[in-house]
């Protein structure tokens, strides 16, 4: 029986943790995720986990020593935020090219200009091309569900790369929902052991691993990174079948609320879906208008064909960003989603909107504008603001 | 501990580091990287780490790697963090069961990997006391780019980013002592060395260092003859030079008790150091014995502190 638990979204990332028992956690503090490695600390403290943690003296040498223990041959990871991220940002790189299974608890945050500590997803996004599987979460139970999910996928023998489980800082990470979390035992059979064909400790083979590899290797490289990522594609739906088994929740690529008859869709990431869910209730009830709305769930590998499918006989789409850069055009997402209607020579028209920058709150009355707007646009076919701001201060 | 070095027998240990690598003639940082895995117990695995720099760019070129042992670079900022992580995953390891054989842990850097841009992961290694051997190979500059100023370059060096010109005497700034800051980590071993005649000095360091239980560095001057311009046949005097001007000590440092390896009996003036090195040559134009005077002083300073530290 699954056990009735309220956490906050550390704490079940946390609880993850303990159930794992992986072998070494270096980890730097940071808000929001701090959380996750004192708990980590504490069970070591109480004797409750084997996991020897490493005092790291910043996020740098955080992802560094988790690189050196997973090439080691041990099961490793470590938390962080933000900054924190892009502290590690070379080492994100390093351990992608070195095809080393670490897993990364992400508390997504602003980067800092100006600081602050609050969700969005600038740190994640920024590091979408550093070759890492990045999954994302709308809810407590969500970031449990994934983060047991992410030792298997990224273990897997076909696809050996580092993997991101992401939550949105503060509203996840500090939040408190009701949880059912999975069985010890159960927990040990999905995760399992980590048994790595090549390692620096393996009694019978010597290893060498980060090489200089100049113009006559590097492509290579890159090239078998890439095709580990589309067989990430793969192994992300077998280890959520093997979930939904064990407990009956079913994951995919992405979730669809209400897009069966869906004319208008919202295409977003993360915990601002749960809003957008209230306002698609609220106006499904008071018009029977037909809107609906598109979850990622996986944003690498990008899930290219299956989103252009899902969406492309929509009316009109507003794909909502949570993080900037600056093309002065389109959010990251925006331009990908884009990208993959083009590719189905879908007619729906498409906006992109940024929201929650900083941790700016978006509210249900901010979806039904959204869909007011994609409403409007398909009438007329006029789209005055492409891009646009939800939720600025008007002075 | 070996009881009693035999030069012989240590130069026929079978080698660690394999050959065929891409390193120049007469490389220092070669000599060190051989001699210090010399000292490894033949029955002892390890695993070598290395911070990016010349080593790691000619000793692990994909795909042929020089390392008889397992070896790990990572970047150029973190040898200390990334070891430090491989050797938490054995002791995890070893405690369940997984790994029966003996390891030993040591990395090498640079001194622009590990005074420069990887101290702060060399200082976090050595403080939470991992047990492994931070070897730095001090050649004095980033000689891998192409002899580019590091804080352990000595002062008035004519390195490509202090040029000596019309208005410039080359490097302005003293080089840092890292083997006293390392000492400061109150780590349980600390050794500076070079190449002495019968490498003895270089050998049993490293064998402390390594078989020290807890952090340990070493410090070991590696002459690099491109970058400090003199002939390659002519390290050895070089090095012994530099020991007996006493502008390179040799010393260690156990939990705590500093100890002086060697005292020239004559202290020789430094400019005997200087003269044969390139990148001091606008030192000898007429009108600059000042900065040698400058320079000797430092020397003489440094060398009067460390006697006092060794009583």
């Given amino acids: 029986m699954a056990i009735r638990e309220r956490l906050s979204g550390n704490e079940a990332v946390a609880y993850a943790i303990k159930q794992i028992n992986p072998d070494v956690m270096p980890a730097f503090p940071i808000t929001p995720s701090t959380e996750i490695p004192q708990y980590v600390a504490t069970y070591i403290a109480n004797g409750e986990i084997d996991t020897e943690f490493i005092h790291v003296e910043s996020e740098h040498s955080a992802m560094s020593a988790t690189l050196g223990a997973c090439a080691a041959g041990a099961r490793a990871l470590t938390a962080t935020s933000s900054c924190g991220m892009a502290l590690m940002w070379e080492e994100l790189y390093v351990a992608a090219s070195d095809r080393l299974p670490i897993v990364l608890a992400l508390v997504n945050r602003a980067l800092t200009g100006p600081i602050n500590i609050n969700a969005d997803h600038s740190d994640s996004m920024g590091a979408r091309d550093s070759g890492w599987i990045q999954i994302y979460a709308e809810s407590n139970q ?17 696809v050996q790369l580092p993997i991101m489980i992401c939550q949105d800082g503060f509203i996840t990470s500090h939040g408190v929902e009701n949880i059912l979390l999975v069985e010890d035992d159960l927990v040990k059979e999905f995760v399992g052991e980590r048994n790595p064909e090549h390692y620096l400790l393996n009694p019978n083979e ?3 691993v980060g090489p200089y590899a100049v113009s006559n290797y590097y492509m290579e490289t890159k090239k078998a990174q890439r095709e580990a990522m589309n067989n990430a594609k793969r192994v992300i739906l077998e280890m959520a079948e093997r979930f939904e088994k064990m407990t009956g929740r079913k994951y995919g690529f992405f979730e669809e609320y209400c897009m069966d008859d869906a004319e208008y869709a919202v295409v977003i990431i993360g915990s601002a879906a749960g809003t957008c869910k209230a306002a698609i209730d609220e106006i499904r009830q008071t018009t029977g208008k037909k809107v609906g709305l598109l979850k990622i769930r996986v944003f690498r590998p990008f899930p290219e064909e299956e989103i252009a499918l899902a969406l492309k006989d929509m009316k009109a789409i507003a794909i909502l960003d949570r993080s900037e850069m600056f093309s002065a055009t389109s ?40 869909y007011d707007k994609l409403e409007k646009i398909a009438e007329t076919g006029e789209i005055t603001d492409m891009y646009d701001y939800i939720g600025l201060r008007s002075r | 501990m070996a009881e009693k070095y035999n030069f012989k027998e240590v130069m026929s240990k079978p080698e660690r580091l394999a050959p065929g690598h891409r390193m120049c003639a007469g490389c220092g940082g070669t000599i060190t990287v051989r001699n210090v895995l010399r000292a490894l117990h033949e029955e002892d695995k390890a695993v070598i780490g290395n911070a990016t720099g010349c080593l790691e760019v000619s000793s692990y070129m994909y795909p042929y790697t020089a390392y008889e042992d397992s070896y790990i670079h990572n970047a150029f900022e973190n040898a200390g963090a990334t070891l430090s992580g491989v050797e938490t995953a ?24 590990t005074y420069d841009i990887g101290f702060q992961s060399l200082s976090g290694a050595m403080e939470r006391g991992h047990d492994m051997v931070y070897v730095c190979y001090d050649n004095g500059a980033y000689m891998n780019t192409g002899t580019q100023r590091s804080s352990a370059t000595p002062q008035f060096a004519d390195t490509t980013t202090t040029p000596a010109g019309s208005q410039s005497n080359g490097k302005v700034q003293i080089r840092k002592d890292l083997a006293a800051i390392m000492a400061e980590h109150h780590i349980p071993y600390v050794g500076q060395t070079t190449f002495t005649r019968d490498f003895k000095d270089l050998y049993t360091k490293a064998e402390k260092a390594i078989y020290t239980p807890g952090a340990a560095f070493l410090n070991v001057m590696s002459p690099c003859p491109r970058g400090w311009g003199y002939e390659t046949s002519e390290i050895m ?3 012994k030079l530099a020991v007996d001007t006493c502008y390179w000590p040799l010393f260690e440092v156990i939990d705590g008790k500093w100890i002086l390896s060697y005292a020239p009996k004559n202290k020789l003036p430094l400019e005997d150091f200087l003269r044969p090195q390139r990148r001091f ?3 000898f134009k007429p009108g600059n014995e000042e900065l040698i005077g400058l320079f000797q002083a430092e020397v003489d300073r440094r060398w009067e502190e460390l006697l006092n530290k060794c009583e």
Wanted: positive net charge; contains cysteine.
């Fill in chain 2, 237 to 239: 005097t070089i090095c």
């Fill in chain 1, 331 to 370: 959010g990251p997402l925006g331009a990908e989603v884009r990208a993959a209607l083009y590719g189905v020579k879908s007619q729906a028209e498409v906006v992109n909107y940024f929201y929650g920058l900083g941790g700016r709150d978006i509210t249900v009355d901010d979806f039904k504008v959204v």
């Fill in chain 1, 142 to 158: 969500e970031v449990y569900d994934n983060f047991l999910q992410a030792f298997p996928i990224a273990e897997h023998k076909d």
């Fill in chain 2, 90 to 113: 054995y002791n995890v390891l070893k405690k369940k069961g997984k790994i029966k054989d003996t390891y030993k842990f040591i990395t090498f850097g640079g001194d622009g990997g």
């Fill in chain 2, 281 to 283: 040559k606008h030192l």
């Fill in chain 1, 206 to 208: 010597k290893m060498s």
